[in-house]
């Protein structure tokens, strides 16, 4: 008798305190698709959040479409247990394609949208796509390696601590290389008509690491600004791909200096005006 094979889904991380009364904000993660690397910004977030982070299986071989309807179903099971709260969506490097995917299925359903170094801007520079189709001839056993040197460009490694830059570096090397081809696959096909990205009307903050010695992210952020109704660009001058994983940033910081929160009132408000 065979055994059956398990279907593995994303999921959401949930950290050891959960906080139902305050907005959920969904974190969608970069290209190692673990969650695990939000976890130097999720103590700040925890302050006026219930954070949940998703991780994406390494066997997940899913279109754009798939798992931007699993995000949703996530989201929706967690709104089953507290509904009366707004929905805050963050999407980083790969995970902000996946963001701009799952807004564009489910435009009302999203408070606010926070867009870090996201990933559409792949195709801006033809070299790293034509580049990154070479990786099929890049035998396994290199791919540690490759990891290694791949360092310096996703992250700015003098302003992330030790602990974080092995951190990385070791999540870099738990995505089995078919996995990696894939997620960079998708993103090579990535495509969102802008008039959908229009239809979003909802507060977005574009954030871009001018340092990023990996995606033109700035570019990026000002295109994106120009099409979103109602945009705001942060640019944070020294950081890298990695932003996130700096010690000098601070995400909860960074949205509550551009106005990006609703204060506790708004908050009251909303629920009394809902119930």
């Not at 950290?15 to 305050?22: K, M």
């Not at 995505?175 to 507060?203: A, G, K, M, N, Y």
């Amino acid at each position: 008798m065979t055994t059956p094979k398990v279907e593995l889904k994303p999921c959401f991380l949930t950290p050891r305190r959960l906080q139902p009364e305050f907005p959920l904000f969904v974190y969608l993660p970069g290209m190692d698709g673990t969650g695990q690397l939000l976890r130097s910004q999720t103590a700040g977030l925890e302050v006026g959040f219930d954070v949940r982070c998703l991780a994406i299986p390494r066997e997940d071989f899913t279109s754009w479409d798939v798992l931007a309807n699993n995000v949703l179903d996530l989201i929706h099971a967690e709104l089953e247990k507290s509904s009366q709260r707004s929905v805050y969506l963050c999407g980083e490097s790969f995970g902000g394609c996946l963001a701009q995917k799952v807004a564009i299925k489910a435009p009302q359903l999203f408070k606010r949208i926070v867009l870090i170094n996201s990933a559409s801007a792949f195709n801006l520079r033809p070299l790293l796509s034509l580049s990154s189709q070479l990786t099929y001839f890049v035998p396994s056993n290199l791919y540690d390696i490759g990891a290694l040197g791949l360092m310096p460009f996703l992250a700015s490694l003098s302003r992330i601590s030790k602990s974080d830059r092995h951190e990385l570096l070791k999540t870099m090397r738990s995505v089995p290389p078919q996995t990696v081809l894939w997620r960079i696959s998708l993103l090579r096909e990535f495509h969102v008509d802008d008039v959908q990205l229009r239809r979003l009307t909802q507060p977005v903050l574009v954030i871009a690491g001018a340092n990023d010695r990996l995606l033109p992210s700035l570019d990026e952020a000002r295109r994106l600004v120009n099409i979103f109704p109602n945009s705001k660009m942060v640019v944070l001058p020294e950081s890298g791909h990695a932003c996130l994983l700096e010690t000098d940033t601070n995400l909860y910081e960074i949205m509550k200096a551009n106005n990006f929160l609703e204060s506790l009132a708004q908050i009251a408000n909303e629920l009394e005006v809902r119930s």
